[in-house]
């Protein structure tokens, strides 16, 4: 479940380790929490295709309250690379 502040609240343990690809140690910190940062990162070897629609399906479900700004904010934290991405699959995702 993902909390209005964008944070992984709750997930199972078969999502744990075949979806999203965590370790097995939780998530104490809020900002380690935030879903798109938890998804560019925890999904080692996992295609970008899939990376990507996880992605852009939250993005999608957050952009009516988040103006990409905020989203970018947000993320401020990444590399030049995946700011890039996050921005165009802001500009991609449905309202």
Known sequence: MISYNLELTWYNEAARKNILGFDTHAR?????RNIFLLLLNSLVG????CRNELLRLHISLTKA???KPGLLEIVKGLGPHQQTLMEELY???LT
């Open 46 to 49: 996992r295609s970008a295709a």
């Open 65 to 67: 309250r988040l103006p």
């Open 28 to 32: 104490p910190r809020s900002e380690s």
């Open 91 to 93: 500009d991609q995702s």
